[in-house]
Nanobody, 115 residues
Framework: QVQLVESGGGLVQAGGSLTLSCAAS??????MDWYRQAPGKQRELVAT???????NVVDFAMGRFTISRDNAKNMLYLQMNKLKPEDTAVYYC???????????WGQGTQVTVTS
């Protein structure tokens, strides 16, 4: 049974930092991603990392957020620095397999940034 369990969310002041973790189990994954969804908005991609470690971070997170993974531990991370109130959202871990072509979601972790 595949499970993705996020942790590390919380309340932080603007300018602060948080590190999110995603513990994956049930199988190994190809690409892994972080998404976020703010109230009243659509879920949006934050960052992606391939199994080989190639990363892609979207514009609003560039220079502030770092995605990483530990394949041996089946873990995904998101280091978030210089947080802004507009980063407030539920952050979701997403993992993909190519064979078969499947996507899996975690339950999300709340990040709240106060001004």
């Amino acid at each position: 049974q595949v499970q993705l369990v996020e942790s590390g969310g919380g309340l932080v002041q603007a300018g602060g930092s948080l590190t999110l973790s995603c513990a994956a189990s049930g199988r190994t994954f190809d690409d892994m991603d972080w998404y976020r969804q703010a109230p009243g908005k659509q879920r949006e991609l934050v960052a992606t990392i391939t199994r080989g470690g190639t990363t892609n971070v979207v514009d609003f997170a560039m220079g502030r957020f770092t995605i990483s993974r530990d394949n041996a531990k089946n873990m995904l991370y998101l280091q978030m620095n210089k947080l802004k109130p507009e980063d407030t959202a539920v952050y979701y871990c997403h993992a993909e397999t190519m064979v078969p072509l499947m996507g899996y979601w975690g339950q999300g972790t709340q990040v709240t940034v106060t001004s």
